[in-house]
């Protein structure tokens, strides 16, 4: 079956870069993705990769995919008080219905 | 840009009360989910629709029901609610089946008293 594991509490001081893990299980997955979600709010997708890349950067954003290991990383440059949020790893997967299947989520805190 | 409605931000209802949570997307799309957030557990998907008038179980389907007479809307009915129904009340939407981008609502969190 298909399950998404991410750790629950992650604190880093602002200015720092903050790099929020997940690891997926199931290795047909064609999107993997990262939602942000603000205190009182939905989800908002920040960025996702096709499972065929090793990569992505956009802006403050890096997200790096490791499909040996099953790894998804979401790397946050110059953490500012703005980026406190859960952040939920995802994985899309024709294998599972095409559902999506999130992680627990991880809430990002900021330190001054 | 895409929107996704929900029609309560927040909701208080009884025991045994029934209550309905609705969802309206205004992009056309074909999906539609439910999901329920409880801290620790992320998010639990309830059930989804890939069109009009069809709906599928999700992984925690018990004590709901859904409709969707028209495209755009998808009604989360709970019968009978209970206590262990408090939550967080998630709607989202996707064009279709391969579309790989899914765009929530602002959630609806439900205390039941």
């Known amino acids: 079956g298909e399950d998404v594991e991410q750790s629950l509490f992650l604190s880093v001081r602002e200015g720092d870069s903050s790099v929020i893990n997940c690891t997926y299980t199931?290795?047909?997955?064609?999107?993997l993705y990262w939602y942000k979600q603000e205190p009182g709010a939905g989800l908002q997708l920040l960025t996702y990769?096709?499972?065929?890349?090793d990569m992505k950067q956009d802006q403050r954003l890096t997200v790096l995919l490791n499909k040996k290991d099953k790894h998804l990383s979401l790397r946050i440059a110059d953490t500012q008080t703005g980026d406190s949020a859960i952040y939920f790893c995802?994985?899309?997967?024709?294998?599972?219905?095409?559902?999506?299947?999130f992680g627990s989520g991880t809430r990002l805190s900021i330190r001054p | 840009d895409v929107k996704v409605t929900q029609s309560s931000r927040y909701l208080v209802k009884r025991t045994g009360e029934k209550v309905f949570l609705e969802c309206v997307q205004d992009?056309?799309?074909?999906?539609m989910f439910w999901y329920r957030q409880d801290p620790g557990l992320g998010l639990r998907l309830i059930y989804f629709?890939?069109?009009?008038?069809?709906?599928e179980k999700g992984d925690i389907p018990e004590g709901y029901s859904v409709s969707r007479e028209k495209k755009e809307r998808f009604s989360l009915i709970l019968e009978s609610a209970s206590t262990n129904q408090t939550s967080m009340y998630l709607c989202?939407?996707?064009?279709?089946?391969?579309?790989?981008?899914?765009?929530f609502g602002p959630g609806t969190r439900l205390t039941v008293t």
């Open positions: 989202a939407s996707r064009p279709g089946q391969a579309s790989y981008e899914q765009y």
């Open positions: 199931d290795s047909s997955s064609t999107y």
């Open positions: 990769i096709f499972s065929n890349m």
């Open positions: 995802a994985e899309y997967t024709y294998s599972s219905a095409s559902k999506i299947i």
């Open positions: 992009m056309d799309h074909e999906n």
């Open positions: 629709s890939y069109d009009v008038k069809m709906k």
